[in-house]
């Protein structure tokens, strides 16, 4: 049997990172070099799919195995990402006639894409260029999002680490205005991510395990605001516990469906909304409440914070990068490897597989059952789910008081194309 | 000789909390409970000198030495802080009169203020109770201040523990923003605490061990806010690294003298600002270079980080409550511990003393030759001497993926005076 040289995989990186989306690249590429008879070199993608579709590849090959170990611990996407979607194959043919055209200049064979929903879609698409277009490849998505909104899987990475962070960071600020609220500072706002859906939210819920503690009140984007109804609820807590910490989703709504955010701020001109909902919230209390406030905006913060990532989280998002080669390697296309959940106390899951069509543009939105019957906070099905993917600390290493977080060299592959092409 | 009961101590908590002010009220208690037969008990103040003049006292020997021991890794105040000053003997002679009451009802001897600037004052007045109105007490400052501004020490705790956090953080968040950059957001701003002095946003510089590291560029309250070289600035920053990662001082001022925080936000209806320079700064590049940006308010996180904070932060604020009842034991008055540093690299330090008279109300500024001459970085000279404070972690116990602190019991001492003092 004459034997062929092995054919090559692409990685690439998709949409917001997070702090453990390397720990899946490094499962990806560690598994890639387990199995050199089969896969070739693992070609990353300069900025996700925008790499391919340029042919700005990056050659992961030069980099040494040391490197490549330390992505598992460094937040953010070491390739670049991208927010881009690829139109249809039949809207769009001219994109994909390119991406064959890339991929068989570099002998692709296998492509490994990393991210959320929308990349779940391009996923796919990349999956029918076989069946459509006649070009072989196998596709496989590794799933990533801080918003936890894919379906099927139990859950996503990212999430988990998100999760912990927003949990520690409200008890800690939930300590310190505890101690002010005396003289001072009555109320605390920290606002987390989510747009579509309040899992980030809810997550701060852990934070709270007896009553008192902080958070005392969550706002979530599934439960219209309502004015009137939150400030009694923010009164009482002052008045019962000496102060309110509270967690508020950025895509809180009003009863209009207007973001909160938006219907807030102007400059001092009047123009341009700033976003931002938690100084919405704490003015509001100021207003009508008068208490002293404090807020604050975790933004990018919360997704990047490596040095306090979930050890549950950083291990399945390695494990799922290693599954998705693994997938390939059996032979499949068009798949994407997920958490199954197979124990809540102690916390069991294992692998298992998803059919792309069925994952693509697909949310999973939380719950109306793990969001207490007022609005304002979790139940104890929201704990029995969320509690799990905060377990557990994977502390990077440090040097001079700070975490080492690895620059790869990104060393680019050589262009074989001349025509570019712009995205 | 006759032996007499040994008289108790006051120890209590002032202005904003840290993460490490828990620190010093163990290094403080455990101290004490060393030397029974000097001190008697240590009753700490509920709400700092608040609860001195309502007789609001906390008998801290009804904390087992376990919850005792877990200050150490717990953050804020744990027996309330105030923002309360007490006026001059002079100006209301019936506070100091009352205070005497307290404490004669109470046998305290000593006087333990855990506290800032504002703090040494108050501690200073105290100390001056025997000479001038004839009550034996001895009267201590620890310090505390995540400003740094104290003078004589060479540092404050609670600022290397901000100064890491921040330094971290920029850094995770620079990673996350450089992944991003090519298709989306190109510039991240993060507001730090520091309404008088860049000591804070000068520890964010930490973090850029090489050109092209985040953070790009400092705003410090020292420095003038000018926004054209400001913009030009940013605009070089994205055209060389691909993207822009800014700490804020939340005291930075415009060219009247006036905070930007002020000058910038409205709500809806035009009226009320709603603090945070950085929304002003973000909103500022987007209208004049219209990159997508994103910002971060760390407020509160940032000073009840206890997760992340600085080992050497941590020891140093036990080694200063230590030295406290030490200084006292040795029979001193009107004194504060101080750090000494006796080496740069290796770092060293040793303790010190100072005199209260030489603390009170003195501000420590940032040294224009820690700024670089354009005002947007710090210098070797500023690395050099904030590099050691954030050296090393001191990670609290964890328990279901959440850091575990401890709550007191805070079982109040019997009230022994009838009349109430209104505060």
């Known amino acids: 049997m004459p034997t062929r040289k092995p054919r090559n995989a692409f990685y690439a990186q998709s949409g917001g990172v997070t702090a453990v989306i390397n720990a899946s690249a490094c499962g990806v590429i560690e598994t890639c070099r387990k199995h050199k008879s089969r896969i070739g070199k693992v070609y990353a993608g300069r900025h996700g799919i925008v790499g391919a579709l340029t042919e700005d590849l990056i050659d992961t090959s030069k980099e040494p195995a040391a490197s490549i170990r330390a992505l598992r611990h460094t937040p953010s996407g070491a390739f670049g990402s991208a927010r881009y979607k690829l139109k249809k194959i039949e809207d ?47 596709a496989i998505h590794v799933p990533k999002t801080v918003d936890n909104d894919l379906p099927i ?55 709270s395990e007896k009553a008192g503690d902080a958070p005392h009140i969550i706002l979530f984007p599934e ?57 919405v919230i704490a003015q509001l209390i100021k207003s009508k409440l008068n208490y002293k406030y404090h807020w604050a905006v975790a933004d990018y913060l919360q997704r990047a914070a490596r040095h306090i990532a979930s050890k549950v989280d950083v291990e399945q998002a390695y494990a799922l990068g290693k599954a998705a080669v693994d997938l390939a390697l059996k032979g499949h296309n068009s798949v994407m ?63 001079n008081g700070l975490p080492q977080y690895v620059k790869l060299r990104n060393a680019p592959v050589r262009k074989k194309i001349r025509k570019t092409f712009v995205v």
């Open 153 to 207: 899987t139990d859950c996503c990475p990212g999430f988990g680490s998100v999760a912990k962070y927003v949990a520690v960071s409200i008890r800690e600020a939930g300590f310190d205005v505890a101690s002010m609220a005396k003289t001072s500072t009555k109320v605390f706002v920290m606002e987390v991510m989510g747009r579509h859906a309040g899992w980030i939210a809810a997550a701060g819920g852990l934070a």
């Open 337 to 399: 490897p997920t958490i199954v959940r197979t124990a809540h106390k102690p916390y069991k899951w294992k692998l298992g597989i998803a059919q792309l069509t069925d994952v693509a543009n697909q949310e999973k939105m939380l719950p109306r059952d793990y969001i207490t019957e007022d609005g304002f906070f979790i139940t104890a099905k929201a704990r029995r789910y969320l509690s799990p993917l905060i377990q557990g600390e994977d502390y990077p290493p440090y040097k």
């Open 223 to 279: 439960i219209t605001f309502d004015e009137e109804r939150f400030c009694a609820r923010v009164q009482e807590c002052v008045e019962k516990y000496g102060y309110c910490a509270i967690v508020v989703s950025e895509g809180v709504k009003n009863s209009d469906g207007k973001f909160l955010s938006d219907a807030g701020l102007r400059d001092a001109f009047g123009h341009a909304q700033l976003g931002g909902v938690a100084p």
């Open 92 to 138: 769009n043919p001219a994109q994909y006639e390119r991406l064959i055209e890339v991929f068989k200049a570099h002998d692709i064979g296998y492509f490994f894409y990393n991210g959320g929903g929308d990349s779940a879609d391009t996923c796919l698409k990349v999956s029918q260029l076989a069946e459509k277009l006649g070009y072989p490849i196998q």
